[in-house]
Each structure stands twice: as structure tokens, then as C-alpha cells.
């Protein structure tokens, strides 16, 4: 079995020891085939690990018991059987061959209170997708890193063409109620894969969908492109990703207190109506008009498009808690003249958007169009139509919201209660449950496209923060200049991150004897394909 990219912790010296074993479900099941859909054995079996491929949850634990985590592994792999088995192309064998556990001692004297997306290179043990899909790597891995204190950081990777981060949340949510010794919540535990449309009612589904008929000229060659292009590129952007020589692996981070969110939902609404505009619209809204005023010329267009990463579960009829690996849609919605808006006109843009194209009938049937797509070979077509172009836009936002998820608590005995502390590289932007507030993890290559620069990036999260210190109204363009200047000083000669309750700058990484930032990697595998 191939070794695990683990263990670095800033330097071999931190490392005291190094154990892994392999657990099992606890109890055995009959050996059997479990079928993929068609969008989870193509999406996401041969993308880079840049492209979330193979993604990262990293928990903060004030206490850990390495023993516990792993009988409790056991009893919630019984329920989650595709966990142990193996990927076989189009199916998984459910063979039961366990989950790699692997313990880090640590010399540092304690887990970090933040888990940074750089730390999960020495924190993680990532396997490249290829691999994971044709069966000879497990499609899932959990680290587990003991400081002298006891504090512990536990991560845990996954195959994304097995689990989304529904399905991951929900898969730690039972982990956590067998540490705690309460029973698992009954429900299916695999998904059942229905009959993909054929071709003749996913035209039909397209027409309804887009109003025109679908132009699938060039399919062959752009899929021939992209296959040539993985084969050749992904094996090397896994070697630089796991080497940490890609540069900015860090997205910006801005914190929102509940307060805060409380306050910008009021500041959204018309008339202080609270229960017309959502959170997750108001925050939207407050993010792409931060990024805009703050960046953009008087005279730009304003080009907003805003795309949000739904769970289908509810749309299909299926269970909450099974597992789904190709549990996602994109619906997006665009408009122009950002600039000319106050937050409630951006707020009710997106608002009398999300009224229209999201609702259940149109979330079931867009996966449905996906899946028949997949298996029609033209999801090209279906990728280009739905992911935003961002260079036809002045400010894009696509946004995967797991705020609603729990920290989880696998019990005082095996992890000192609930977890502190929690970060994931999956993406693009993404917005993560934290202690009395959420975590927003702001992808630049969507949301700050505007920014020319590490300079530009970091005005427009330092614009987020200086501007919850009131009413969320944006201040002007000169003192955000002055702030961000003062904020991005260098301090005895060199460039420093930044971290405050609402502010953690991104990685700076050393080349050429100079201190420079690097653009993140394109957060999914779809980004490459809608620039072919």
C-alpha cells in the first residue's frame, strides 16, 4: 500500500513516532457490488488533488483517545460499509478491507487553535484519485495528531466520487454518536441509483431548461482534451500540491459573528422585515458588494453572478444521512450595476432569484439532467451552460454554505466533548460552522476575480472586517485604502500574515529571495473543463 503524505509537521524533529493500523467494520456484511452514478464515477475519479478530488475535514480536539476513535470507526464503518471497500471504476466492491488510522505523536506542546488549509499537507493523509478509483488505494483515511498536552487535530479524507460534504458531515455525525455510545440514526446508508434519462428526455429536459436546444458539436474532442490534459498534468499538480510548492494553498478567511450576521440580515432587509431575506442571501449580498465597491472602476459594468451549491437529497426523495458522492447542483442567477446597488437591492436581486430557480422541482430535475448528461457523454455541454464564466464577470460568487453543520462531539472520554475547531480544503467559497459565528473561506479565483493582486485580495477581506465594526454600510474607497496599507505593512522587513477575530491573510511563500503570494489552484475539476 502506498504510504501516506503525512507527518511533516514543519520538520521531521517534531515527529516523535508513527503508528497505523487498519479498522474494520465491526461487524461483517456479505460481499456485494454497490453501482456509482454516472456523474460520481466521472466527476471526480481522475481530477488533481487541487480539485478537491480526494478532500480534507480537519477537527481541533481537546482531548483525544486513540483507542475509542477507532472502536467507534468500527461500529459507524457497519452502517457505512462503501467506506471500507474498494473503488472499482463504476462500482464499489464492499469488501469490508478497513480504513487506514493512522496515530502522529507530536513534540509541540498543543494543536493549533486555528487549523490553517497549509497544515492539512502534515495533518492529512491524501490519495490521489486515479488510484482510490481503480482500487488500489482505500476511498477514505483518517489522521490523527496527539500533542503533549492531549490535544489532538483529527482528519478525516474521502473519495469525493463516494462522499459530498452532506455525506461527510452526516458519516462524522454517526462516528460521533458511536463514540458516544448512542445508537446510529436508521436510514439508508448507500445511495440506490436510480435509471439515468435517456437521450430523448434529457433533450427534453434541456429544452425546458434553457430554452434552446442543445449544441453538443465538439463533445468528443473537448472530452479527448480533457483526458489528455488529466493524464498528463494531474500526476505532477499531486506531486507540487503534496510537496506544498503550489504556493497560496490558503484561502482569505473573515469570521462572522452571529451578531454580525444578525446585524447584516437586518441591514438586507426592507423595512427590518427579518424573515424575507435569508442569511445566506443577506451574507451573499454582503460579499460580492464588499468585493465590488471595493475593487471595481466607477465606470464598470457591475457584472454579478452568484451560483449556490444545493443538496438534491430532499429534491430526490432520498435520505439525509446516506451516502451520495455526486450529491450537488449548481443554480447561479446574474445581474448588472453592482455598483449603483445598496445591499438590500443586491439582496433582493438574489432573493427573487433563488425564489425562482430553486425550488425542489427544479433542483431534482437539474441533478437529473446532470446524471443523464453524464451518461450521454455530454456533460461538457451541461458544465458550460451551469458553472459561471467568471472573465464575463466582474465579481463572481459561487458558494457552498455548511454552516448549518455541527461541530461534532465524540464525548468527553474520546475527544473532550465537542470539537473546537474545524477547516476543509473542499470549496470553492465555503462557509463553515465556528464557535459563536460561522467561518468564510473566500475562494479568489471566484469571488476576488477583480484582484490583480495579493494587495487587492487582502483589501477586500480587511473591507469585510472594518466594516462589521458598525453597521454593515460600505465606507470609502480612500480609508479602505489607508486600512489596507496599514494592515499589509511589512514588519522587520518582511511580509506577515495577519490574524485578528475577523481576519487571517493568506500563505505567503518565499521564491527568488522575495516574499510573494501565489493564486490558489481552481477549486473543482469543472473549472478545467469549462475552459476547454
Same mark, same amino acid.
Given at each position: 500500500?502506498?504510504? %501516506?503524505?503525512?507527518?511533516?509537521?514543519?520538520?521531521?524533529?517534531?515527529?516523535?513516532?508513527?503508528?497505523?493500523?487498519?479498522? *474494520?467494520?465491526?461487524?461483517?456484511?456479505?460481499?456485494?457490488?454497490?453501482?456509482?452514478?454516472?456523474?460520481?464515477?466521472?466527476?471526480?475519479?481522475?481530477?488533481?488533488?487541487?480539485?478537491?478530488?480526494?478532500?480534507?475535514?480537519?477537527?481541533?480536539?481537546?482531548?483525544?483517545?486513540?483507542?475509542?476513535?477507532?472502536?467507534?470507526?468500527?461500529?459507524?464503518?457497519?452502517?457505512?460499509?462503501?467506506?471500507?471497500?474498494?473503488?472499482?471504476?463504476?462500482?464499489?466492491?464492499?469488501?469490508?478491507?478497513?480504513?487506514?488510522?493512522?496515530?502522529?505523536?507530536?513534540?509541540?506542546?498543543?494543536?493549533?487553535?486555528?487549523?490553517?488549509?497549509?497544515?492539512?499537507?502534515?495533518?492529512?493523509?491524501?490519495?490521489?484519485?486515479?488510484?482510490?478509483?481503480?482500487?488500489?488505494?482505500?476511498?477514505?483515511?483518517?489522521?490523527?495528531?496527539?500533542?503533549?498536552?492531549?490535544?489532538?487535530?483529527?482528519?478525516?479524507?474521502?473519495?469525493?466520487?463516494?462522499?459530498?460534504?452532506?455525506?461527510?458531515?452526516?458519516?462524522?455525525?454517526?462516528?460521533?454518536?458511536?463514540?458516544?455510545?448512542?445508537?446510529?440514526?436508521?436510514?439508508?446508508?448507500?445511495?440506490?441509483?436510480?435509471?439515468?434519462?435517456?437521450?430523448?428526455?434529457?433533450?427534453?429536459?434541456?429544452?425546458?431548461?434553457?430554452?434552446?436546444?442543445?449544441?453538443?458539436?465538439?463533445?468528443?474532442?473537448?472530452?479527448?482534451?480533457?483526458?489528455?490534459?488529466?493524464?498528463?498534468?494531474?500526476?505532477?499538480?499531486?506531486?507540487?500540491?503534496?510537496?506544498?510548492?503550489?504556493?497560496?494553498?490558503?484561502?482569505?478567511?473573515?469570521?462572522?459573528?452571529?451578531?454580525?450576521?444578525?446585524?447584516?440580515?437586518?441591514?438586507?432587509?426592507?423595512?427590518?422585515?427579518?424573515?424575507?431575506?435569508?442569511?445566506?442571501?443577506?451574507?451573499?449580498?454582503?460579499?460580492?458588494?464588499?468585493?465590488?465597491?471595493?475593487?471595481?472602476?466607477?465606470?464598470?459594468?457591475?457584472? *454579478?453572478?452568484?451560483?449556490?451549491?444545493?443538496?438534491?437529497?430532499?429534491?430526490?426523495?432520498?435520505?439525509?444521512?446516506?451516502?451520495?458522492?455526486?450529491?450537488?447542483?449548481?443554480?447561479?442567477?446574474?445581474?448588472?450595476?453592482?455598483?449603483?446597488?445598496?445591499?438590500?437591492?443586491?439582496?433582493?436581486?438574489?432573493?427573487?432569484?433563488?425564489?425562482?430557480?430553486?425550488?425542489?422541482?427544479?433542483?431534482?430535475?437539474?441533478?437529473?439532467?446532470?446524471?443523464?448528461?453524464?451518461?450521454?457523454?455530454?456533460?461538457? %455541454?451541461?458544465?458550460?451552460?451551469?458553472?459561471?464564466?467568471?472573465?464575463?464577470?466582474?465579481?463572481?460568487?459561487?458558494?457552498?454554505?455548511?454552516?448549518?453543520?455541527?461541530?461534532?462531539?465524540?464525548?468527553?472520554?474520546?475527544?473532550?466533548?465537542?470539537?473546537?475547531?474545524?477547516?476543509?480544503?473542499?470549496?470553492?467559497?465555503?462557509?463553515?460552522?465556528?464557535?459563536?459565528?460561522?467561518?468564510?473561506?473566500?475562494?479568489?479565483?471566484?469571488?476576488?476575480?477583480?484582484?490583480?493582486?495579493?494587495?487587492?485580495?487582502?483589501? *477586500?477581506?480587511?473591507?469585510?472586517?472594518?466594516?462589521?465594526?458598525?453597521?454593515?454600510?460600505?465606507?470609502?474607497?480612500?480609508?479602505?485604502?489607508?486600512?489596507?496599507?496599514?494592515?499589509?505593512?511589512?514588519?522587520?522587513?518582511?511580509?506577515?500574515?495577519?490574524? %485578528?477575530?475577523?481576519?487571517?491573510?493568506?500563505?505567503?511563500?518565499?521564491?527568488?529571495?522575495?516574499?510573494?503570494?501565489?493564486?490558489?489552484?481552481?477549486?473543482?475539476?469543472?473549472?478545467?473543463?469549462?475552459?476547454?
Amino acid at each position: 500500500m502506498e504510504a %501516506c503524505w503525512c507527518g511533516a509537521l514543519g520538520g521531521k524533529s517534531d515527529v516523535l513516532s508513527t503508528t497505523s493500523e487498519v479498522v *474494520v467494520p465491526s461487524s461483517a456484511g456479505e460481499r456485494s457490488q454497490v453501482p456509482l452514478s454516472e456523474m460520481e464515477s466521472g466527476m471526480f475519479s481522475a481530477g488533481p488533488l487541487a480539485c478537491a478530488s480526494f478532500p480534507a475535514i480537519a477537527l481541533r480536539l481537546r482531548s483525544c483517545d486513540p483507542g475509542l476513535l477507532k472502536s467507534s470507526l468500527a461500529t459507524a464503518l457497519a452502517r457505512h460499509r462503501v467506506l471500507a471497500g474498494r473503488i472499482k471504476k463504476t462500482f464499489v466492491e464492499l469488501s469490508d478491507e478497513g480504513v487506514p488510522f493512522t496515530v502522529v505523536e507530536s513534540s509541540k506542546s498543543s494543536a493549533p487553535k486555528q487549523i490553517r488549509e497549509p497544515d492539512l499537507l502534515q495533518l492529512a493523509d491524501f490519495r490521489r484519485a486515479p488510484r482510490v478509483s481503480s482500487g488500489s488505494q482505500p476511498p477514505c483515511t483518517v489522521l490523527l495528531t496527539r500533542y503533549r498536552d492531549g490535544s489532538g487535530v483529527l482528519t478525516f479524507c474521502r473519495s469525493h466520487v463516494l462522499m459530498d460534504g452532506t455525506s461527510a458531515w452526516a458519516f462524522i455525525g454517526d462516528w460521533a454518536r458511536a463514540a458516544r455510545g448512542e445508537p446510529l440514526v436508521a436510514g439508508r446508508a448507500v445511495d440506490i441509483v436510480g435509471e439515468a434519462p435517456d437521450r430523448a428526455e434529457v433533450d427534453a429536459m434541456w429544452m425546458e431548461e434553457f430554452g434552446e436546444p442543445m449544441a453538443d458539436w465538439g463533445v468528443t474532442l473537448k472530452k479527448a482534451a480533457l483526458k489528455g490534459v488529466l493524464h498528463t498534468v494531474a500526476p505532477v499538480a499531486d506531486l507540487l500540491f503534496l510537496s506544498g510548492t503550489t504556493g497560496d494553498l490558503e484561502r482569505p478567511r473573515a469570521f462572522f459573528s452571529d451578531d454580525d450576521l444578525a446585524a447584516i440580515k437586518v441591514a438586507a432587509t426592507p423595512s427590518g422585515d427579518g424573515s424575507w431575506v435569508s442569511t445566506q442571501e443577506a451574507l451573499s449580498a454582503y460579499l460580492v458588494l464588499t468585493a465590488g465597491k471595493t475593487l471595481l472602476k466607477a465606470d464598470s459594468r457591475g457584472r *454579478v453572478t452568484v451560483a449556490y451549491i444545493l443538496d438534491p437529497r430532499k429534491a430526490l426523495g432520498r435520505s439525509s444521512n446516506e451516502t451520495f458522492g455526486a450529491g450537488l447542483v449548481i443554480m447561479r442567477m446574474a445581474f448588472d450595476g453592482l455598483l449603483q446597488m445598496s445591499l438590500q437591492d443586491v439582496a433582493g436581486k438574489i432573493h427573487d432569484a433563488a425564489q425562482s430557480e430553486m425550488s425542489l422541482k427544479k433542483v431534482g430535475r437539474r441533478w437529473r439532467l446532470s446524471e443523464g448528461c453524464f451518461k450521454h457523454g455530454v456533460e461538457f %455541454c451541461l458544465l458550460s451552460k451551469t458553472m459561471p464564466r467568471k472573465w464575463e464577470n466582474d465579481v463572481t460568487l459561487v458558494l457552498n454554505n455548511q454552516s448549518k453543520r455541527e461541530l461534532p462531539d465524540f464525548g468527553e472520554a474520546a475527544s473532550g466533548g465537542r470539537a473546537e475547531a474545524v477547516v476543509t480544503n473542499a470549496g470553492p467559497t465555503i462557509v463553515l460552522p465556528a464557535k459563536g459565528g460561522v467561518d468564510v473561506l473566500l475562494d479568489p479565483t471566484t469571488l476576488l476575480r477583480a484582484a490583480r493582486s495579493a494587495r487587492d485580495r487582502a483589501r *477586500v477581506v480587511d473591507a469585510l472586517r472594518a466594516n462589521m465594526q458598525g453597521r454593515p454600510e460600505l465606507q470609502s474607497r480612500e480609508a479602505l485604502d489607508a486600512r489596507a496599507l496599514e494592515a499589509r505593512a511589512p514588519v522587520n522587513g518582511r511580509a506577515e500574515s495577519i490574524s %485578528c477575530s475577523y481576519f487571517c491573510a493568506g500563505l505567503v511563500t518565499r521564491s527568488g529571495g522575495r516574499m510573494r503570494r501565489h493564486p490558489r489552484f481552481e477549486p473543482a475539476m469543472c473549472r478545467l473543463v469549462a475552459l476547454l
